[in-house]
Nanobody, 125 residues
Framework: VQLQASGGGSVQPGESLRLSCVAS????????TGWFRQAPGKEREMVAA????????WYPDSIKGRFTISRDDAATTVYLQMNSLKSLDTAVYYC???????????????????WGQGTQVTVSS
């Protein structure tokens, strides 16, 4: 599985960004996908996940209401819509995927075994 993330950039606090991650190499309908981020000097943090059928999503409490994950199976792409961005959202964002996991494992970072390259998001005034 190959994952190609894009859409990062520099924005001001309160603005929005949408990240995209295109998957290839395996049937997209097999893959549950997630977004992670890592800020300098901090551990990697999971920010969203979506089941392979798109029915179930997962977010940590710190993110709920600001970020939305979605998928377009025809485009084999998963998106992360980020609204009301804050300086603490500054990080490198990564997409990840795993085939055929149970829904209850969506929010478990160690479940994911395919990773894309990161895309930088910088929120600063």
């Amino acid at each position: 599985v190959q994952l190609q993330a894009s859409g990062g950039g520099s924005v001001q606090p309160g603005e929005s960004l949408r990240l995209s991650c295109v998957a290839s190499g395996r049937s997209f309908s097999d893959l549950s996908t997630g977004w992670f981020r890592q800020a300098p000097g901090k551990e990697r943090e999971m920010v969203a996940a979506i089941s392979r059928n798109g029915v179930t999503t997962w977010y940590p409490d710190s993110i709920k209401g600001r970020f939305t994950i979605s998928r377009d199976d025809a485009a084999t792409t998963v998106y992360l819509q980020m609204n009301s961005l804050k300086s603490l959202d500054t990080a490198v964002y990564y997409c990840a995927a795993v085939p055929r996991i149970i829904t209850s494992s969506l929010g478990t970072p160690s479940s994911y075994n395919y990773w894309g390259q990161g895309t930088q998001v910088t929120v600063s005034s």
